[in-house]
């Protein structure tokens, strides 16, 4: 248990948010569910914060990015909170229509 | 002040470390189980768990306001609202579907090979595999105080200067970083408090279009998603044709 | 006050802007002024009584400066006026065309005038036309299924025509040059349009309208001919002489002359282009302009010995005069302004009575200059004839504003035959008093149509016991048209305005007589009968309407007295045509009308003028005003206005004779009286009738000749066009841009099997792309750094 003594650094930041990240990917690539997808987006997103919030850190590095880190993650939580608002509208207006919440039904513009 | 020394000279556990442990084996194991849940239900519940960990993990890189943004509007506000949607749409055949094997296969080659691709990348560079922050503050601190001493064994007075500095370095090397809760909210209207004394970037360079922007942009969103999402009477028959 | 002298043009102009700016804010703000536009007529009314008292006070400035003293024919003295420029709206051809001014003692009166007369009008219309404030429903306008027209009221509209009418009749007073004259001239002919229009859904109305302009357009082209005579020869359009450059009255009638009319060089310039062509092509050596000129101008005696120039002169002189018989009704051109009387009354008494038809012999008056007495003679003949057959209609017209528009024809011939006579002041003073009389005798015709609803005098009757105001003032009206006067009272006549009017163009055309016996008898008997003839049909339309028994009970039972604020006008205009002319009013130091007009008369017109063409011969004025003429035509002109009255007393007071006996056993010629000579029926016949068959073979010409030929050439371009479309366009064009169409399908069929739509393929796809462009380019760089 010798890593326990250890400080972490900006890599254990960057591998838990990559592993959220492809969570995420994975998850979208899965589901059949619209709302599932939808999740699997936020788990993407909350990812890409994480690095966001690794690079920013005074923890890790001298040269970080600061409070710009700080503000993009503020923007990216603020746009996937509209994000998911749309999305969820969207959702909402394909099961009104299609009765259905299946991705796999939704073929209409299928070549 | 001496115990504090002392701490430093010992290897002791880093409980810094073991918060992060804990709270990243929380967000990615319930990022799993968003991934291999097929009940939409549980997948909602799992992602509450996991984003509510990763605002823990931001609190632990410092990051105070945003990870109180990221507990209020999104385990508060997104993750509601999708579970709004989950309930609306929760009928018996849509709260599991089953996708096939071949797709799970492909999904995890194609997200496997991204994950070791990014972590490879993560740990590249060795000056981020570890951080000194916490030895170097310390040691800081521990120069400091040495300094004082010998003043004080000089006979010289502690100026109140010197108090100030002394109480500076020992929030650094117990709280870490300052607050930045002001500094952002400035920064959203246009001053950058924090690069205000730096000659070479005049401290002006804010974030208020992007704000507003941003402002307008949500305004959009939500008078957007309130007319998609308002109730159709006549859809189910458009449907039927 | 003389100190003021030089702000006059200044007020005068202020006085001419100012229903001007009236006319801007009822056009523009008509919305705003009261409940429909009532505010308008208030609007209007100040504004035109503030141009009256400025051009009153430029009046007393005017006259302080220069004393209308006793008339001294011999003293021959040049007229004081006033000339300036304003602004130069172009320079063409090396002369300045622009706003100028032109002010002698002649603008002052007739500023006076025309503001006195339509401040009253105005104040008339307020109530006259407060009809026009409702919505209105139009009897005599009916829809195409016989119901009568419903209309809102026009009330702002009618004051705003007023008001641009206004400014356009002070602005052709003023004016100072032909230009600006043409301009303004043609302004109050639109005003006249919009105005005898102004009942736009009667179809009479809107023909009178037509045609008042179409026959004013026929003068008018006279006019731009005789301009162009002017420009062409003269190089100027001003009247007078501006910053050292002559105005055409100066070149006419030079100072070096003693102010006797002569050619001008310039005409006998242009009239001997070819003479000074063969001077310069035949001098042995080559001629520089200098040398040149100096040749021409030492041939120049020798030319005007020759009357070159003088048909130049002539036909500018004709061509002024044909625009001024368009305006004021002139035969041939009379035949417009009975018609006009179908706009509202108070235009009639304005517009087409008293100012704007007036502004023909105005023109006449202030071009007197360059008139030569060959042009006097036409303009002495036109005025002769109209005379008569604006009188002869009048005795059997019945319509009451008939009656009166044929007498102002008529009242207008007199004023040109003692124009054309030589008779330069009583042109003008008729002018004048006939403008306060004739619009006192329309506004009392107002106010009679507007208590019993109708024009027809036959309906009338009586009506003197339910308006006496209207009846007095209009009797004073009818005693001063006709011209009621004692010859000679302590030294001076006494009467009413028209006596000294009328009188002083009989004795012009008198003195007239003496010199030129043919030409002078005729023209004095029509004058002497023309007297006798207005005096009769002015006293038949009074007794008609006012005497006897009322003939149409149901309307003289509506009847009523009209309003104060239309008697008041009334009243005030009556005054005037008693007195305006009076010569007494010089005891207590004031201008006299007399003295005033021979102020300004223009230098020159003191001496007999010869015609060189024609023998004849104009005596100058003061011959008239001799012992030997002035008593036998005092007397008979008085005899023939007591003969006029006692017939038509005869007639229609006293019934010892019946009109309907007479007029039967007259029949032929009461039939042409009726149909007004047969003019307007040899018109249509011959220049309607003519332009629209001339109008026809030009049609036929083109139908058959042009438009087969562009049918034929549309034709070859159709054949053309169809072949080129067969080959070119199906096998070559077609088919091209088909095999591209073909194409871009067959790629497009192909490609879309690509587009699977399902979300989960696409989300697969981006992050295998993007781990594959990463491994690329981590191996690429790999093998770059080796």
């Given at each position: 248990?010798?890593?326990?003594?250890?400080p972490?650094?900006l890599?254990h930041?960057l591998?838990v948010?990559?592993?959220?990240?492809?969570?995420?990917?994975?998850?979208?690539?899965?589901?059949?569910?619209?709302l599932?997808?939808?999740?699997?987006?936020?788990?993407?997103?909350?990812?890409?914060i994480?690095?966001?919030?690794g690079?920013?850190?005074?923890?890790?590095r001298?040269?970080?990015?600061?409070l710009?880190?700080?503000?993009?993650?503020?923007?990216?939580?603020?746009?996937?909170?509209?994000?998911a608002?749309?999305?969820?509208?969207?959702?909402?207006?394909?099961?009104?229509?299609?009765?259905?919440?299946?991705?796999?039904?939704a073929?209409e513009?299928?070549? | 002040?001496s115990e504090?020394?002392?701490a430093?000279?010992?290897?002791?556990?880093?409980?810094?470390?073991?918060?992060f442990?804990?709270?990243?084996?929380f967000?990615c194991?319930?990022a799993?189980?968003?991934t291999?849940?097929?009940?939409?239900?549980r997948?909602?519940?799992?992602?509450?768990?996991?984003?509510?960990a990763?605002?823990?993990?931001?609190?632990?890189?410092?990051?105070?306001?945003?990870?109180?943004?990221?507990?209020m509007?999104y385990?508060?506000?997104t993750?509601?609202?999708?579970?709004?949607?989950?309930?609306?749409?929760?009928?018996?055949?849509?709260?599991?579907?089953?996708?096939r094997?071949?797709?799970?296969?492909?999904g995890?080659?194609?997200g496997?090979?991204?994950?070791?691709i990014?972590?490879?990348?993560?740990?590249?560079?060795?000056?981020?595999q570890?951080?000194d922050?916490q030895?170097?503050?310390?040691?800081?601190?521990?120069?400091?105080?040495?300094?004082?001493?010998?003043?004080?064994?000089?006979?010289?007075?502690?100026t109140?200067?010197?108090r100030d500095?002394?109480?500076?370095?020992?929030?650094?090397?117990?709280?870490?970083?300052?607050?930045?809760?002001?500094?952002?909210?400035?920064?959203?209207?246009?001053?950058?408090?924090?690069?205000?004394?730096?000659?070479?970037e005049?401290?002006?360079?804010?974030?208020l279009?992007p704000?507003e922007i941003v402002?307008?942009h949500?305004l959009?969103?939500?008078?957007?998603?309130?007319?998609?999402?308002?109730?159709?009477?006549?859809?189910?028959?458009g449907?039927?044709? | 006050m003389?100190?003021l002298l030089?702000y006059?043009?200044?007020l005068?102009?202020?006085?001419?802007l100012?229903?001007?700016?009236?006319?801007?804010?009822?056009?523009?703000?008509?919305?705003?002024?009261?409940?429909?536009?009532?505010?308008?007529g208030?609007?209007?009314?100040?504004?035109?009584?503030a141009?009256?008292?400025?051009?009153?006070?430029?009046?007393?400035?005017?006259?302080?400066a220069?004393?209308?003293?006793?008339?001294?024919?011999?003293?021959?003295e040049?007229?004081p006026?006033?000339?300036?420029?304003?602004y130069?709206l172009?320079?063409?051809?090396?002369?300045n065309?622009?706003?100028?001014?032109?002010?002698?003692a002649?603008t002052?009166?007739?500023?006076c005038?025309?503001?006195?007369?339509?401040t009253?009008?105005?104040f008339?219309?307020?109530?006259?036309?407060h009809?026009?404030l409702d919505?209105?429903?139009?009897q005599?306008?009916?829809?195409?299924?016989?119901?009568?027209?419903?209309r809102?009221?026009?009330y702002?509209r009618?004051?705003?025509?007023?008001?641009?009418?206004?400014?356009?009749?002070?602005?052709?007073?003023l004016?100072?040059?032909?230009?600006?004259?043409f301009?303004?001239w043609?302004?109050?002919?639109?005003?006249?349009w919009?105005?005898?229009g102004?009942?736009?859904?009667?179809?009479?109305?809107?023909?009178?309208a037509?045609?008042?302009?179409?026959?004013?357009?026929?003068?008018?082209?006279?006019?731009?001919?005789?301009?162009?005579?002017?420009?062409g020869?003269?190089?100027?359009?001003?009247?007078?002489d501006?910053?050292?450059?002559?105005?055409?009255?100066?070149?006419?009638?030079?100072?070096?002359?003693?102010?006797?009319?002569?050619?001008?060089?310039?005409?006998v310039?242009?009239?001997?282009?070819?003479?000074?062509?063969?001077?310069?092509?035949h001098?042995?050596?080559?001629?520089?302009?200098?040398?040149?000129?100096?040749k021409?101008?030492?041939?120049?005696?020798?030319?005007?010995?020759?009357n070159?120039?003088y048909?130049?002169?002539?036909i500018a002189?004709?061509?002024?005069?044909?625009?001024?018989?368009?305006?004021?009704?002139?035969?041939?051109?009379?035949?417009?302004?009975p018609?006009?009387?179908?706009?509202?009354?108070?235009?009639?008494?304005l517009?087409?009575?008293?100012?704007?038809?007036?502004?023909?012999?105005?023109?006449?008056?202030?071009?007197?200059?360059?008139?030569?007495?060959?042009v006097?003679?036409?303009?002495a003949?036109?005025?002769?004839?109209t005379?008569?057959?604006?009188?002869?209609?009048?005795?059997?017209?019945?319509?009451?504003?008939?009656?009166?528009?044929?007498?102002?024809?008529?009242?207008?011939?007199?004023?040109?035959?003692?124009?054309?006579?030589?008779?330069?002041?009583?042109?003008?003073m008729?002018?004048?008093?006939?403008?306060?009389?004739?619009?006192?005798?329309?506004?009392?015709?107002?106010s009679?149509?507007?208590?019993?609803?109708?024009?027809?005098?036959?309906q009338?009757?009586?009506?003197?016991?339910?308006?006496?105001w209207?009846?007095?003032?209009m009797?004073?009206?009818?005693?001063?048209?006709?011209?009621?006067?004692?010859?000679?009272?302590?030294?001076?006549?006494?009467?009413?305005a028209?006596?000294?009017?009328?009188?002083l163009?009989l004795?012009?055309v008198?003195?007239?007589?003496?010199e030129?016996?043919?030409?002078g008898?005729?023209?004095?008997?029509?004058?002497a009968?023309?007297?006798?003839?207005?005096a009769f049909y002015?006293?038949?339309?009074?007794f008609?309407?006012?005497?006897?028994?009322?003939r149409?009970?149901?309307?003289?039972?509506?009847?009523?007295e009209?309003?104060?604020?239309m008697?008041?006008?009334?009243?005030?205009l009556?005054?005037?045509?008693?007195c305006v002319?009076?010569p007494?009013?010089s005891?207590?130091?004031?201008p006299?009308?007399?003295?005033?007009?021979?102020?300004?008369?223009?230098?020159g017109?003191?001496?007999?003028?010869?015609g060189?063409?024609w023998?004849?011969?104009?005596?100058?004025?003061?011959?008239?005003h001799?012992?030997?003429v002035?008593s036998?035509?005092?007397?008979?002109?008085?005899?023939?206005?007591?003969?006029?009255i006692?017939l038509?007393?005869?007639f229609y007071a006293?019934?010892?004779?019946?009109?309907?006996?007479?007029?039967r056993?007259?029949?032929?010629?009461?039939?042409?009286?009726y149909?007004?000579?047969?003019?307007?029926?040899i018109?249509?016949?011959?220049?309607?009738?003519?332009?629209m068959a001339?109008?026809?073979?030009?049609?036929?010409l083109?139908?058959?000749?042009?438009?087969?030929?562009v049918?034929?050439?549309?034709?070859?371009?159709?054949?053309?066009a169809r072949?080129s479309d067969?080959w070119?366009?199906?096998?070559?064009?077609d088919?091209?841009v088909?095999?591209?169409?073909?194409q871009?399908?067959?790629?497009g069929?192909?490609?879309?099997?690509?587009?699977?739509?399902?979300l989960r393929?696409?989300?697969?796809?981006?992050v295998?792309?993007?781990?594959?462009?990463f491994?690329?380019?981590?191996?690429?760089?790999?093998?770059?750094?080796?």
């Amino acid at each position: 248990m010798s890593f326990l003594y250890e400080p972490i650094g900006l890599s254990h930041y960057l591998a838990v948010g990559a592993f959220l990240f492809v969570c995420g990917i994975v998850c979208m690539a899965t589901k059949r569910n619209a709302l599932g997808i939808l999740i699997g987006i936020e788990l993407v997103l909350n990812g890409a914060i994480l690095n966001f919030i690794g690079f920013a850190s005074p923890y890790f590095r001298d040269e970080n990015l600061g409070l710009d880190g700080h503000l993009i993650a503020l923007f990216v939580i603020v746009l996937a909170a509209a994000e998911a608002a749309v999305a969820l509208a969207i959702a909402l207006n394909f099961y009104n229509n299609h009765a259905t919440i299946d991705v796999d039904r939704a073929s209409e513009l299928k070549g | 002040m001496s115990e504090l020394l002392l701490a430093a000279a010992q290897p002791t556990i880093n409980w810094h470390t073991v918060m992060f442990y804990v709270t990243a084996i929380f967000a990615c194991g319930f990022a799993v189980v968003v991934t291999t849940t097929n009940n939409i239900v549980r997948m909602a519940f799992a992602l509450i768990v996991s984003l509510a960990a990763t605002s823990g993990l931001l609190f632990l890189a410092g990051a105070y306001f945003v990870g109180a943004m990221q507990l209020m509007i999104y385990v508060g506000g997104t993750v509601v609202l999708l579970i709004f949607g989950v309930m609306l749409t929760a009928q018996k055949a849509f709260i599991t579907m089953r996708t096939r094997a071949s797709d799970w296969i492909l999904g995890l080659l194609v997200g496997g090979a991204l994950f070791s691709i990014l972590l490879q990348l993560a740990f590249l560079i060795p000056q981020w595999q570890s951080s000194d922050y916490q030895a170097a503050a310390d040691a800081e601190l521990a120069a400091y105080v040495e300094k004082l001493k010998a003043d004080k064994a000089d006979g010289k007075v502690i100026t109140q200067e010197q108090r100030d500095e002394l109480e500076r370095l020992e929030i650094a090397a117990d709280d870490g970083m300052p607050q930045r809760s002001g500094e952002i909210g400035l920064a959203l209207v246009g001053v950058r408090a924090d690069k205000a004394q730096r000659p070479d970037e005049p401290g002006l360079a804010g974030y208020l279009l992007p704000f507003e922007i941003v402002s307008i942009h949500l305004l959009v969103v939500l008078v957007g998603a309130a007319y998609l999402a308002r109730a159709r009477r006549h859809s189910h028959a458009g449907a039927s044709q | 006050m003389q100190t003021l002298l030089p702000y006059l043009p200044s007020l005068l102009a202020i006085a001419v802007l100012l229903p001007l700016g009236s006319f801007c804010a009822i056009l523009l703000g008509a919305q705003w002024l009261g409940a429909k536009g009532k505010f308008a007529g208030t609007l209007a009314t100040t504004a035109v009584l503030a141009s009256t008292v400025l051009s009153f006070f430029s009046a007393g400035i005017w006259f302080t400066a220069h004393p209308a003293g006793a008339v001294d024919h011999a003293a021959h003295e040049v007229p004081p006026v006033i000339t300036g420029h304003g602004y130069t709206l172009a320079t063409l051809a090396g002369t300045n065309v622009g706003i100028n001014y032109y002010i002698d003692a002649l603008t002052i009166v007739m500023f006076c005038l025309v503001t006195f007369i339509a401040t009253c009008i105005h104040f008339y219309s307020t109530s006259y036309m407060h009809d026009e404030l409702d919505d209105v429903v139009d009897q005599e306008a009916l829809l195409e299924d016989g119901e009568s027209l419903h209309r809102p009221g026009r009330y702002a509209r009618f004051f705003q025509s007023l008001s641009l009418f206004c400014f356009s009749m002070l602005g052709l007073v003023l004016s100072g040059n032909y230009l600006m004259t043409f301009v303004f001239w043609e302004l109050v002919g639109l005003c006249s349009w919009f105005l005898i229009g102004f009942y736009v859904e009667r179809t009479t109305a809107s023909t009178a309208a037509n045609k008042a302009f179409i026959v004013n357009r026929i003068g008018d082209f006279g006019m731009l001919v005789g301009m162009m005579a002017l420009w062409g020869s003269l190089g100027t359009l001003n009247f007078g002489d501006i910053d050292q450059q002559q105005g055409i009255f100066s070149q006419v009638r030079g100072e070096e002359n003693h102010y006797a009319l002569k050619v001008p060089d310039g005409m006998v310039r242009l009239a001997a282009g070819r003479q000074i062509e063969a001077l310069a092509l035949h001098a042995t050596e080559p001629l520089t302009t200098e040398q040149l000129a100096a040749k021409v101008n030492a041939e120049m005696p020798v030319w005007r010995e020759a009357n070159l120039g003088y048909g130049l002169l002539i036909i500018a002189g004709l061509g002024i005069f044909c625009g001024c018989v368009g305006k004021s009704a002139q035969f041939p051109l009379h035949v417009w302004l009975p018609d006009a009387m179908e706009g509202p009354t108070p235009v009639s008494a304005l517009v087409h009575s008293a100012t704007m038809v007036a502004a023909g012999v105005f023109l006449v008056a202030r071009s007197y200059p360059i008139f030569l007495p060959e042009v006097l003679l036409v303009v002495a003949c036109a005025g002769c004839i109209t005379l008569l057959i604006g009188a002869s209609i009048a005795l059997v017209a019945t319509d009451i504003k008939r009656v009166l528009a044929y007498s102002t024809i008529s009242q207008l011939g007199y004023m040109m035959l003692a124009l054309g006579c030589g008779g330069w002041a009583a042109g003008v003073m008729h002018l004048v008093t006939h403008a306060c009389f004739k619009s006192l005798l329309f506004l009392g015709s107002g106010s009679v149509i507007h208590a019993v609803q109708t024009n027809e005098m036959p309906q009338m009757g009586g009506l003197w016991r339910k308006m006496p105001w209207t009846a007095g003032t209009m009797l004073v009206g009818c005693l001063a048209i006709a011209g009621i006067g004692i010859p000679s009272v302590f030294g001076l006549p006494i009467g009413l305005a028209g006596y000294y009017s009328k009188d002083l163009i009989l004795e012009q055309v008198y003195a007239f007589r003496s010199e030129n016996p043919l030409w002078g008898s005729f023209f004095f008997a029509a004058a002497a009968g023309g007297a006798c003839l207005t005096a009769f049909y002015m006293f038949r339309m009074w007794f008609l309407t006012f005497w006897g028994e009322p003939r149409a009970a149901k309307r003289f039972d509506r009847a009523h007295e009209s309003p104060r604020v239309m008697v008041v006008p009334l009243v005030l205009l009556a005054i005037l045509a008693v007195c305006v002319a009076w010569p007494a009013f010089s005891w207590f130091g004031l201008p006299t009308l007399s003295r005033s007009i021979e102020q300004a008369r223009p230098a020159g017109i003191w001496a007999d003028m010869h015609g060189a063409l024609w023998h004849i011969t104009l005596p100058e004025e003061s011959k008239g005003h001799t012992a030997a003429v002035t008593s036998p035509v005092g007397l008979i002109e008085l005899g023939a206005a007591l003969a006029g009255i006692a017939l038509a007393a005869l007639f229609y007071a006293w019934k010892v004779l019946d009109p309907e006996d007479v007029s039967r056993s007259f029949h032929p010629l009461y039939h042409t009286l009726y149909r007004k000579w047969y003019f307007d029926e040899i018109y249509q016949a011959v220049f309607v009738r003519g332009t629209m068959a001339l109008a026809h073979c030009a049609s036929l010409l083109d139908r058959l000749l042009i438009d087969r030929l562009v049918d034929g050439l549309a034709r070859l371009g159709v054949g053309l066009a169809r072949l080129s479309d067969l080959w070119l366009d199906r096998q070559g064009i077609d088919g091209l841009v088909n095999w591209f169409a073909e194409q871009t399908y067959r790629l497009g069929s192909a490609l879309r099997t690509l587009q699977t739509g399902s979300l989960r393929q696409y989300v697969m796809l981006i992050v295998a792309s993007t781990v594959a462009m990463f491994l690329l380019i981590s191996f690429w760089t790999l093998a770059l750094t080796g």
